[in-house]
């Protein structure tokens, strides 16, 4: 069975950090890439970061670029999203995402895919107070 539990989420202060866990199991990790995703209550899920665990390709959306960092670590088949400098803004439940490259990346950029990814956590709330 292909599984995604995400860890780390909780509530912070802004300007404060938390680093987000992603682990996979049941896949060839290193074939796929590992999205992180959000989704604000009233808003629609939205793409964050990815990664693709075959090269390490990173991508950023644009409100996260520079406070977000995305890393894989392939011999614990765990993705980690650290987020520092976080904003109210950032409060969502974050949800990663597994699935070959080319569709996680179109996911993440234009959300065109963002229906047919193949697996998804159950997600984790983080909570921005300002």
């Known amino acids: 069975e292909v599984q995604l539990v995400e860890s780390g989420g909780g509530l912070v202060q802004a300007g404060g950090s938390l680093r987000l866990s992603c682990a996979a199991s049941?896949?060839?990790?290193?074939?796929?890439?590992i999205g992180w995703f959000r989704q604000a209550p009233g808003k629609e899920r939205e793409g964050v970061s990815c990664?693709?665990?075959?090269?390490?390709?990173?991508y950023y959306t644009d409100s996260v670029k520079g406070r977000f960092t995305i890393s894989s670590d392939n011999a614990k088949n765990t993705v980690y999203l650290q987020m520092n400098s976080l904003k109210p803004d950032d409060t969502a439940v974050y949800f990663c995402?597994?699935?070959?490259?080319?569709?996680?990346?179109?996911?993440?950029?234009?959300?065109?895919?963002?229906?047919?990814?193949?697996?998804w956590g159950q997600g984790t709330l983080v909570t921005v107070s300002s």
């Open positions: 995402a597994a699935d070959v490259p080319l569709r996680m990346y179109r996911a993440v950029i234009t959300g065109s895919t963002l229906g047919y990814l193949e697996v």
């Open positions: 049941g896949l060839t990790f290193d074939e796929y890439a």
């Open positions: 990664i693709s665990s075959l090269d390490g390709t990173t």
